[in-house]
């Protein structure tokens, strides 16, 4: 029973210590993180395509490296150089990214660590990223905000604008987030990459097939005379009583088996559609 309590008085000793010395070890404050997060939206300021956000990537982490590195030209030299290599990741995301690696120069990491985790994470975040923003978020809301506006409605774009002003704000706790989760955040990312990407790619499929029935239109113009007071549409009449919007959705997936199957570029499938469509209206199809 005595070594027990020892050994656990031992645990909570060296746990204290080790608190106390993360403590002391620390450089930046929360107002730096905060600061950081807001400096992350100049990612894109100096995109080239040598080392597209490379430069931004930099420059939002400088103040942080220079208090880290207050003392240590070499140090600072050193964390400089590898923070302006190659990067490319989601906008919204870089701070989090930011917010690990500066965790983990204040804890003087090893520089290939550092180099790893940079160059192992800029990539998953930016394919999580796009998913959730730019293919899920922000389409959803550009399509319910459009109808909004199209019935002549000013909260369209007012709800959009503030959609947008919240997913940029949201650039501070992400990052106090990376910063505080440190090198632990890249075995959650680990652990949990796989199931946002599952629950993204669910929501965008939804969302797609509802822009599909919304969207995309096609309407034959050809009728059947009966007689004298009767005419049959064969879209209204026929098509649409028995599979309404059979069209639309046939000509998606057209396009997608020629884009997927057959190779054919964006740009060639959207002179087809024009080409339909002008063609079918001179002809009175469409």
């Not at 608190?19 to 404050?29: F, N």
């Not at 430069?55 to 003392?71: A, N, R």
Request: some cysteine; proline content about 3%; aromatic content about 10%.
């Amino acid at each position: 029973m005595m070594k027990e309590s020892n050994n656990k008085e031992n645990k909570v000793i060296n746990e204290e210590n080790k608190a106390m010395t993360e403590k002391e070890d620390k450089v930046l404050t929360s107002r730096d993180i905060t600061k950081l997060g807001f400096r992350s939206s100049f990612l894109q300021a100096s995109f080239n395509y040598e080392r597209m956000q490379g430069g931004g990537f930099l420059v939002s982490q400088l103040p942080c490296l220079k208090k880290i590195y207050k003392d240590d030209k070499k140090g600072l030299s050193e964390a400089m150089t590898d923070n302006l290599e190659f990067m490319n990741t989601h906008p919204n995301l870089a701070g989090f990214l930011e917010g690990i690696l500066v965790s983990l120069e204040e804890k003087k990491a090893d520089r290939n660590v550092i180099r790893g985790i940079k160059d192992g994470l800029f990539g998953p975040l930016a394919g999580i990223g796009d998913a959730f923003f730019w293919f899920t978020l922000l389409p959803i809301m550009a399509g319910i905000c459009s109808s909004l506006a199209m019935e002549g409605s000013v909260t369209g774009p007012i709800i959009f604008f503030l959609v947008y002003f919240a997913i940029w704000l949201s650039r501070v706790p992400m990052t106090h987030l990376g910063y505080n989760l440190g090198t632990n955040a890249v075995e959650k990312l680990r652990e949990n990459t796989e199931t946002i990407s599952k629950a993204a790619t669910i929501l965008g499929v939804t969302v797609v097939g509802g822009l599909v029935a919304s969207y995309v239109s096609i309407n034959l113009l050809p009728k059947i005379v009966i007689n004298a007071q009767k005419t049959v549409s064969i879209q209204t009449d026929f098509i649409d009583k028995i599979f309404p919007n059979l069209l639309p959705a046939a000509y998606v997936w057209l396009m997608y088996y020629l884009l997927k199957n057959k190779k054919l570029s964006p740009i060639v499938l959207i002179c087809i559609t024009f080409a339909i469509a002008i063609g079918g209206s001179l002809i009175g199809l469409l």
